[in-house]
C-alpha cells in the first residue's frame, strides 16, 4: 500500500518565479494538509484540503494557494518567490482519523 | 488551541527506557495529546495519540495526568533508530489541523 507520494523531491527556482508542488495521498484518505519547515523548525500549517475544498488555512499569505483534485491528490502553488520560502513542503494525508501520513516532502530551494 | 511546551533536547541510552515530557497547561476538554517523531531528511510519523487514559501501541506508550495538563511519551527500550526530534501537539476533534511547536530532539547513545 502506497503511502504519501509527494513530488518532485528537490527543486530549484529563481526569486520572483512560481512553484507548483504535487502531492498523492495515501490510499483510501480523503483529507490533504500541507506544511512548510524552515531548517531547524518545526513544519507549519499551511492550508487542508477536504472534498476539493480549502477548510483550514494558517497564517501564510495569497501567495500561497492550493487545490484537490476528485481523485483527492493536491498541489500547492507559490507564486512571487521569496528567498525565505525556501524550506522542506511537507504533505500528510488523513481519513477520518486521528493520524496524519506524512510524505517524504519536497526541497526548495529559491536562489 | 493550546500550546505545548516540550524541553528542546534530552539524551538517552541505548537499552533504557526515554521518558520524553510535554506540558499542555491550557488543553481543553476536547483536545487530543498526539505525539509525532521526525528522522532526519524524512516526513513526521505518527506515534501515538490519547485523550485522557494511558496509551500503549508497538512504538510506545502515553501517560497523561489526571488533571491532563502533561504528558509523558515513554519508548521502553530506546535503540540508536529512535533519534529523532519528537513532538507533542494537541488537537480539536479528528478535523482540526495538526500544529507543530519545536519539539524535542531526542539523541539515543550507545
Known amino acids: 500500500d502506497a503511502g504519501v507520494t509527494q513530488s518532485p523531491t528537490h527543486l530549484i527556482k529563481t526569486r520572483g518565479q512560481q512553484v507548483t508542488l504535487r502531492c498523492s495521498p495515501k490510499s483510501g484518505h480523503d483529507t490533504v494538509s500541507w506544511y512548510q519547515q524552515a531548517l531547524g523548525q518545526g513544519p507549519q500549517f499551511i492550508f487542508q484540503y477536504y472534498e476539493e475544498e480549502e477548510r483550514q488555512r494558517g497564517n501564510f499569505p495569497d501567495r500561497f494557494s492550493g487545490h484537490q483534485f476528485p481523485n483527492y491528490s493536491s498541489e500547492l502553488n507559490v507564486n512571487a518567490l521569496l528567498l525565505g520560502d525556501s524550506a522542506l513542503y511537507l504533505c500528510?494525508?488523513?481519513?477520518?482519523?486521528?493520524?496524519?501520513?506524512f510524505g517524504s516532502g519536497t526541497r526548495l530551494t529559491v536562489v | 488551541d493550546a500550546k505545548t511546551t516540550q524541553p528542546p533536547s534530552m539524551d538517552c541510552a541505548e537499552g533504557r527506557a526515554a521518558n520524553l515530557p510535554c506540558n499542555h497547561s491550557?488543553?481543553?476538554?476536547?483536545?487530543?495529546v498526539y505525539w509525532y517523531r521526525q528522522i532526519h531528511s524524512q516526513g513526521p510519523q505518527y506515534i501515538i495519540h490519547?485523550?485522557?487514559n494511558n496509551e500503549t501501541n508497538e512504538m510506545a506508550s502515553l501517560i497523561i495526568t489526571e488533571d491532563r495538563k502533561s504528558s509523558t511519551l515513554i519508548l521502553p527500550h530506546a535503540t540508536l533508530r529512535d533519534t529523532a526530534v519528537y513532538y507533542c501537539?494537541?488537537?480539536?476533534?479528528?478535523?482540526?489541523?495538526?500544529?507543530f511547536g519545536a519539539g524535542t530532539r531526542l539523541t539515543v547513545k550507545p
Open positions: 500528510a494525508s488523513s481519513l477520518n482519523d486521528y493520524g496524519y501520513t
Open positions: 490519547g485523550l485522557k
Open positions: 501537539i494537541v488537537r480539536v476533534g479528528e478535523n482540526n489541523d495538526m500544529r
Open positions: 491550557t488543553i481543553s476538554g476536547n483536545e487530543y
